[in-house]
Every structure is written in C-alpha cells, then in structure tokens.
C-alpha cells in the first residue's frame, strides 16, 4: 500500500541512480554538460516487480496510458477495449504504458540506453507478437517510432504460450525525448518495464 500511495505523489517513475557518493563527484565548477548527470548505470522501473501478481500496477496513466497515445492507437484501428494495462494476461489485448522516465538531462555522448521488460507469452499466437517504442512529440502527438521489434526472432528464437522471459532492446538516445509510450500486441502480459542509462 505504501508503493501505491508514493506513486500517487511522485510525477515521475521512481529513478535509482547509482551511489550518492557517485552523484556528488560531478564537477559544477566547469559549468558545462560535457560529462554526463548521472554516471554510471540508472535504471527507472515502471510497474511492480511481482511477478505479473496483477493489479493494476501503479503506473501514471492507469488503465490504459497517456490519452493523446491511446487516441492514437484508436486511430490506427486499435480500439480502447482492446488496451491493457501491466500484469494483464487477457489474449488478444495490446498492452500499453506511459513512460514518463525523467533521464533526458543525463544522456551524454558516452551513454547506452536500453528498455528491457519481462513478459509471458499467452494463449493464441504469441509467437507473431510485437513490441514498438515511440516518443510523444508534445503538442503533435504523431508519436514517432523510436523502434519496433518482432519478438521473434530479434529478441528470442521462441515465443510460444507459457514463456516467460526477460526482453532488451537498445534505444537511440537521439530519438528519446522526456516521454516514451509501450505497446507490445497482442498475446502477452508484461510484469514491469525498466529503462537502464549506462554512463
Ligand atoms: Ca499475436
Ligand atoms: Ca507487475
């Protein structure tokens, strides 16, 4: 109950930067950004670890996601009863999240960023599923792809109902803005998704 209250408060997913010690070592005294915010690994996390223990997780726009993306997805023949929300194991469902992840002013040359996210296949044919990353140009909302991935073969040889894995794709830092939308169609549940800043 705690987690669910603190989320209710917090604009932004909880973030785990690395050690305080770390944090303070920055040098203000040059006044430039050459050397990243946040050295080295961030991880935000977007839901709850559980186990796909059902929900719905705390995210920030529950059940569905950002209202501008799910008109979007309405558009694009997706209709809003056919969206889920984290740890939903109904087939035939695109599950969608807002990721509202707060790590733009630490990208630096120097860095990787990747989404990774654990997920289940379920029953029909998950092995056709697909994931797709888009940013949210504000005040457009043509919400641009950062990339799409067919989970197989690009994140895993199989995907056949009942696996259950761990997926990671890299992101182009360039194509990243302060807002990114989820969505993975159609036979899969998804427990959290994690956004990890390497510096
Ligand atoms: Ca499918
Ligand atoms: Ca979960």
Not at 104 to 119: E, H, I, P, V
């Amino acid at each position: 109950m705690f987690r669910r209250s603190l989320f209710a408060v917090l604009p932004f997913a909880l973030i785990a930067c690395g050690p305080v010690d770390e944090m303070e070592t920055v040098d203000e005294s040059t006044g430039t950004q050459a050397q990243a915010v946040c050295p080295g690994v961030t991880t935000v996390t977007f839901g709850t670890i559980d186990n796909f223990g059902g929900g719905p997780d705390p995210l920030p726009y529950a059940p569905t996601a950002l209202p501008e993306f799910v008109s979007y997805l309405n558009a694009q023949g997706i209709p809003t009863g056919q969206l889920k929300t984290l740890d939903d194991g109904t087939s035939n469902k695109h599950t969608v999240a807002t990721l509202r992840h707060g790590l733009r002013s630490c990208f630096g040359s120097t860095c990787t960023l990747k989404l990774c996210f654990r997920a289940r296949a379920h029953a029909d044919v998950p092995q056709d599923d697909r994931v797709t990353i888009y940013n949210t140009d504000f005040g457009v909302y043509s919400f641009p792809q950062v990339t799409s991935q067919p989970v197989v073969p690009n994140l895993r040889a199989t995907w056949n109902p009942g696996e259950v894995a761990t997926l990671c794709m890299p992101l182009n830092m360039a194509l990243v803005g302060d807002m990114l939308q989820f969505q993975m169609q159609d036979d899969s549940s998804v427990d959290y998704i994690q956004m990890i800043l390497s510096c």
